[in-house]
């Protein structure tokens, strides 16, 4: 397919109206539009496989995709309300091209009757804004693709561009017609300053993007204590397993309290990776939101990651609990945990901390993790956690949770 990209760009270029600023009008169909800015992106590059295209088969005579790809009307219907919330709205054309999993990379082109183009526009800030919270924390990196991203218009055409190079896709777009214009900025109904608290935090409010619901490992633990799993179902006994197999490579009896979270915390962060599929459409399995997941599969998501967590320090007997909350100002849900050392309570997020940035290097420097290895509450608040303040204990110390 990419051989007929240059020819295909070239064509285009010189079809009228391209470059004009006079002319807001395009023969092209999205699919042509949307292959001219995918085009002129640095991540065309890359594997054909990785990228998804969603084209409209109305325009399938004019287009350059294959059989597949194409859908009808219904199913564009269906996806542009999966992708967007649009639903029943009035469309020409359409053409969507993405990247699955840990990847944000984005091309949309919509063309609608002008009295649409502002509801289409609003659509996709808003997606750019779910986008990036949903990416916020667990990878940077393509949060900050997104906070980069625009939507711009011209014609009967409304464009979403989120890649890595943004102005070279909207001159490509602007090429199709005389000079795109863009949509700047951030409606304030689409993103209002949250309210606050007296003391400055964001007043919580549960964005019910996920199901926060807890896992009771009161059988795991009971069969730990006593030695007997006999009673624990197969899903169970095999976490029991997995958990005890940590604690053997982590975890020594003349250990300190603090030496055992800090090792366990090392274990889990740099052994998990992210399930991938939280990002998809279909979604992780309920099994990422659990300790199986971490333990027998090797990913899972933020509450996996909390719940695996306070399993490992309930068998290491150090107070441990969940807290589920929010993150990027209340749009999506997130889940960390707060410990108990010598008194004091601290706060840990091993999710956002699930790549090292490398081992313990010494008493004086003993742990590099990034930003929320035995924090305070304050810390978490300021880096975009919001959850019900007086619900949990309150993380004052400042210490790290070191003897």
């Excluded at 949309?108 to 289409?120: E, G, H, I, M, Y």
């Excluded at 659509?123 to 625009?150: C, I, M, S, W």
């Excluded at 930003?371 to 949990?392: E, G, I, L, P, R």
Aim: proline share 5%; with cysteine; net charge negative.
């Amino acid at each position: 397919m990419r051989r007929c990209l240059s020819l295909l760009l070239a064509l285009v270029l010189l079809l009228p109206g391209c470059g004009k600023k006079e002319d807001e009008a395009t023969t092209q169909p999205c699919e042509v539009i949307a292959r001219v800015m995918w085009a002129c992106t640095s991540e065309c590059g890359e594997d054909d496989s990785l990228f998804r295209w969603y084209l409209y088969a109305g325009m399938q005579q004019q287009g350059f995709g294959e059989e597949e790809e194409y859908h009808s009307d219904e199913e564009m219907n269906t996806l542009l309300s999966d992708f967007y919330g649009l639903e029943d709205l009035d469309w020409y054309d359409a053409a969507i091209v993405r990247m699955e999993g840990v990847r944000a990379f984005e091309l949309a082109v919509l063309s609608v009757p002008k009295d649409k183009q502002d509801t289409v526009v609003k659509a996709f800030q808003a997606h750019l804004l779910d986008r990036q919270g949903a990416f916020t924390g667990y990878a940077p990196e393509q949060a900050a693709l997104v906070e980069n991203g625009k939507v711009i218009t011209c014609g009967q055409e409304v464009a979403l561009l989120i890649c890595e190079n943004v102005p070279d896709a909207q001159s490509a777009f602007e090429r199709c017609y005389g000079d795109g214009v863009f949509a700047e900025g951030v409606p304030d109904f689409l993103r209002p300053e949250p309210e606050k608290r007296p003391d400055g935090r964001y007043v919580y409010t549960d964005p019910e993007t996920d199901d926060m619901t807890l896992f009771d490992s009161s059988a795991i633990l009971a069969a730990w204590e006593s030695g007997d799993d006999s009673g624990l179902s197969k899903q169970d006994k095999a976490v029991l397993k997995a958990a005890e197999a940590v604690f053997e490579e982590c975890v020594t009896p003349e250990m300190s309290d603090y030496d055992k979270e800090l090792a366990l915390y090392a274990w889990l962060t740099g052994n998990v990776t992210y399930d991938q599929t939280h990002y998809e459409k279909q979604g992780a399995p309920r099994t990422s939101y659990e300790p199986y997941g971490p333990l027998i599969e090797g990913r899972g998501v933020c509450l996996g990651y909390a719940e695996t967590f306070r399993l490992l320090m309930d068998m290491a007997g150090i107070e441990c609990i969940t807290v589920t909350g929010a993150g990027f100002r209340n749009r999506e849900n997130h889940a960390w945990n707060m410990v108990k050392l010598s008194g004091e309570w601290y706060c840990v997020d091993s999710t956002w901390d699930h790549v090292p940035v490398g081992p313990p290097d010494g008493p004086e420097n003993p742990i590099q993790y990034a930003n929320y290895f035995n924090v305070t509450s304050q810390h978490m608040a300021d880096t975009d956690h919001q959850w019900d303040y007086d619900s949990v204990p309150e993380a004052t110390a400042e210490d790290g949770g070191r003897p």
